[in-house]
């Protein structure tokens, strides 16, 4: 995760490859409910830093991808759940794909969730039915990765039953 940005341009070739990569994410009957909404615009991008708490470090990035659910799609097939599990799962599954994506393009991402739904969705002009999942700021990173512990596989992996 990638909080602060180098002030540096990120080529279009590579947000249109990131979003090559994320549009192939998995989704719950094939009902592809995930979009992308690529902003590049200062003020949107402030807008939007402010909406999600006031981290504004997303306002810094280069870009943000804010990855948004059409719950229409996944409720036609899956009702309620869709709605309300299915449209957000395979919000995270893409969320994720352009997270490994940008590194894959030399760049940082850092992906945020805590944010006030309804005012992401003003900012971005969203209809009711689509709702945000997840904004993406992306660039070149202005600080090296950070080393954090992870828990050791005996701590998360069980055999044939949850032995927690």
Do not use: N, W
Not at 37 to 60: C, G, I, N, T
Not at 65 to 88: H, K, L, N, Q
Not at 146 to 157: N, S
């Amino acid at each position: 995760m990638c909080r602060s940005f180098q002030d540096r341009d990120v080529p279009e070739q590579k947000i249109e490859a990131i979003l090559d990569a994320a549009r192939r994410f998995p989704s719950a009957g094939h009902t592809q409910p995930q979009e992308f909404v690529v902003v590049r615009d200062a003020s949107v991008k402030h807008d939007l830093a402010r909406a999600a708490l006031d981290q504004m470090f997303l306002a810094d990035a280069p870009v943000l991808i804010a990855v948004v659910s059409d719950t229409d799609r996944s409720a036609a097939r899956y009702g309620r759940r869709g709605v309300e599990f299915y449209s957000i799962l395979d919000g995270g599954f893409a969320s994720m794909i352009v997270l490994l994506a940008a590194v894959d393009q030399g760049l940082g991402a850092a992906f945020v969730a805590a944010f006030d739904d309804d005012a992401v969705g003003a900012v971005l002009h969203l209809p009711t039915h689509v709702r945000p999942i997840g904004l993406i700021g992306v660039g070149y990173c202005a600080e090296a990765p950070g080393r954090h512990r992870r828990r050791p596989r005996q701590e998360i992996i069980h055999l044939d039953r949850y032995s927690g």
